[in-house]
């Protein structure tokens, strides 16, 4: 949908090295997420961010670090890929007040492959 | 991390038929929610749950909170080919965005030709 963006949607690369997904929203909503799924596990939260500069951990970090220094963008970064962090990546946007319309709405997704 | 079991984990049906699925937790949320994720999509919200006992419909599908607040069931009704897909319930303890989604494992919905 129009109102969060992810980038790339698909990348490919070799142990060892950084990479960077990025999460772009024009929606202004303070809440962003990143998740990864993978089959069985659903829906993991990696990290999160409440505001500009606020972020925290989710239930699968490690190996992961994340920044926000804009209410638009929030990027997530793999310090040293692994083969364990092929997966699908989503970004995910909500506010405080809730309501169908300010629940979690999710990006398209990155496919990560690590090889 | 807590999840939620989502039951069934794969569904196949043939086109018409109703379909009902469920999610539990050991815990109480106060917020249920069910998303649908098309093949190489994002999950997309489909039905948001606020109140003990709620029925909501948006469709032909329906949803419920239940009164234990430890569970919530989806129904979709007369099902058509564009209803396959996954299916994700997700809870969250309080009523408010800033609090963490706990999200199911899914139910794989197929329609048998």
């Known amino acids: 949908d129009a109102g969060i963006t992810q980038s790339p949607r698909h990348k490919v690369t070799e142990t060892g090295t950084p990479v960077t997904l990025r999460c772009h929203q024009t929606?202004?909503?303070?809440?962003m997420y990143w998740y990864r799924q993978d089959p069985g596990h659903g829906l993991r939260l990696i990290h999160y961010?409440?505001?500009?500069?606020?972020?925290d951990k989710g239930e699968v970090s490690d190996g992961y670090s994340v920044s926000r220094s804009k209410t638009e963008d929030f990027l997530l970064t793999l310090e040293s890929a692994t083969s364990s962090q092929t997966s699908v990546y989503f970004c995910?946007?909500?506010?405080?007040?809730?309501?169908?319309?300010?629940?979690?709405?999710f990006g398209q997704g990155t496919r990560l492959t690590v090889v | 991390g807590q999840q939620l079991n989502q039951s069934p984990q794969s569904m196949f049906i043939q086109e018409g038929e109703d379909v009902s699925m469920n999610c539990t937790s050991s815990?109480?949320?106060?917020?249920w929610l069910w998303y649908k994720q098309d093949p190489g999509e994002g999950p997309v919200l489909l039905i948001a749950?606020?109140?003990?006992?709620e029925l909501t419909s948006n469709g032909r599908l329906t949803a419920q909170f239940g009164i234990t607040r430890k569970d919530s069931f989806l129904n979709i009704s007369a099902s058509i080919p564009s209803d396959v897909g996954i299916y994700f319930c997700?809870?969250?303890?309080?009523?408010?965005?800033?609090?963490?989604?706990?999200f199911g494992t899914g139910t794989r919905l197929t329609i048998i030709p």
């Open positions: 995910a946007i909500s506010e405080f007040q809730t309501g169908a319309g300010t629940e979690a709405f």
């Open positions: 929606e202004n909503h303070r809440y």
């Open positions: 961010s409440y505001g500009v500069k606020d972020t």
């Open positions: 815990s109480i949320f106060n917020t």
């Open positions: 749950l606020y109140k003990a006992g």
């Open positions: 997700a809870g969250r303890k309080s009523n408010f965005g800033n609090e963490k989604l706990t």
